[in-house]
């Protein structure tokens, strides 16, 4: 029994020790930036720098079915499947936008042009240069899931009705972590704004 009590422990000293090198390293990922404009009650307005991303588009509506599906494809691009074997720099967060059909991007690293990008192996991945937005966001934390994500844009659109905000209607979901940090994992919810006055 005491030799797995002394086990127990020192399997719990590893996890928490590596478990916090990566919320390190997470913290240092590149992320795409944006100013906060205003913070109501469960939402914050925020404006974001005009970006390059790469994505890709997938038939199916489903965070679950499509989530792992499109990172592989993006993430393969930017890991050297590309006409230069290039590796690029990983960024925060990923984006998907959700529909009929789901959009997934990765934020190009500051520093690239769409011509200097090496050209992907796979035809699926486009490029996409996205001007300054005014967006709205809700922040949840845990494991995403198609439930919590409707969730939390079911709050976001009503508290922005409630506020007379306008807004496009496309919604995101933003992720921040690997799949491999368990905790302090952040998550959100988020929408272009038609029309914001702060």
């Known amino acids: 029994m005491k030799t797995f009590i002394v086990i127990t422990i020192l399997i719990v000293v590893v996890l928490i020790m590596t478990q916090s ?7 240092k990922t590149e992320s795409h930036a944006y100013e906060v404009i ?9 404006k974001y720098q005009p970006a390059l991303f790469s994505g890709v588009k997938l038939a199916s509506k489903s965070y679950k079915e ?6 592989r494809v993006l993430a393969g691009y930017i890991f050297g499947n590309n006409n230069r074997n290039q590796k690029i720099a990983m960024t925060t967060p990923v984006v998907m936008q959700l529909g009929d059909s789901t ?7 500051d520093g690239y042009t769409m011509d200097e990008l ?7 991945i486009v490029f996409e240069k996205q001007p300054e937005k005014i967006m709205a966001a809700i922040r949840f934390s845990g494991w995403a899931n198609d439930e919590k994500i409707e969730h939390y844009t079911s709050i976001l659109k009503a508290a922005l009705t409630k506020e ?5 209607g496309r ?7 690997p799949p491999y940090e368990l ?6 919810v988020a929408v272009e704004l038609l029309h914001y006055d702060n």
Do not use: C
């Open 66 to 71: 499509t989530s792992s599906m499109g990172f």
């Open 171 to 177: 919604f995101r979901f933003l992720g921040y972590n």
């Open 38 to 46: 205003k913070v109501y009650d469960q939402f914050e307005i925020r």
């Open 21 to 27: 090198f990566i919320s390190k390293i997470t913290s």
């Open 164 to 168: 007379n905000i306008t807004h496009t």
């Open 118 to 124: 090496p050209k992907p192996a796979d035809s699926a």
């Open 183 to 188: 905790v302090n994992r952040r998550n959100e």
């Open 103 to 109: 959009e997934m991007f990765f934020k190009v690293p």
